[in-house]
């Protein structure tokens, strides 16, 4: 019966996966984390947060967290343009679980301590 079990288990249609779904892809999850830690962040700030991150990847980004309903993107009628993203209800909901991830990376980063030798640090609380 066990092998049974085992044989059918399936992640599609699981809690799990509409999870991974929102937040899969390499900018989504410090997006959320960068918006959680400042609430209201214009466009060119979050490029600069997040670093290497091409202009249309983080458009693609961004718009897919909005079409999920994760981030608020509040746009003002004026020139130069002014684009401000926040997190919405949902995504604050999230915040608890990129907290907890942060804190377990904080605790088992000494392993690999080399290799992230020349990251800075940023608090776990959101």
Request: charged fraction near 30%; hydrophobic fraction near 30%.
């Amino acid at each position: 019966m066990e092998n049974e079990e085992q044989n059918d288990f399936r992640l599609e249609g699981t809690g799990f996966a509409y999870t991974l779904s929102l937040i899969n892809g390499k900018y989504k999850m410090p997006i959320l984390y960068c918006l959680s830690k400042r609430e209201v962040v214009r466009y060119n700030e979050m490029k600069r947060y997040l670093g290497k991150v091409t202009f249309k990847t983080l458009t693609d980004s961004l718009k897919a967290l909005e079409e999920d309903g994760l981030v608020n993107r509040k746009e003002y009628p004026q020139v130069p343009p002014k684009v401000e993203y926040s997190l919405t209800e949902k995504g604050r909901s999230l915040i608890p679980m990129l907290t907890a991830l942060c804190t377990w990376g904080e605790e088992h980063r000494h392993r690999w301590a080399d290799r992230f030798r020349n990251t800075r640090s940023v608090p776990c609380t959101a």
